[in-house]
């Protein structure tokens, strides 16, 4: 396959910048569901053992991506326990 994209960018130079930015950016998608799908709360591959994952979070549990303004390590628990 890395052939055939080689032999595609010799012989049609404007293809360079196709491969160079639909590489990493397919690999990037792919990586960010991957994270997605093993680190997400609202997943649950394990239902037997922990049916609702999302209820052992606590304040300070960072699952977002990227946060702004928000400094999980400094959060306080308002709720109750379930």
Known sequence: MICQIIGQAKEHPSLIPLFIFIGPGG???????????????????????????WNKLGPNDQYKFYSVNVDYSKLKKEGPDF
Not at 40 to 46: E, G, I, K, Q
């Open 27 to 53: 690999t990037g998608a792919a990586l960010y569901v991957l994270r997605l799908a093993l680190f997400n709360p609202d997943v649950s591959w394990d239902r037997e053992n922990n049916p609702e994952p």
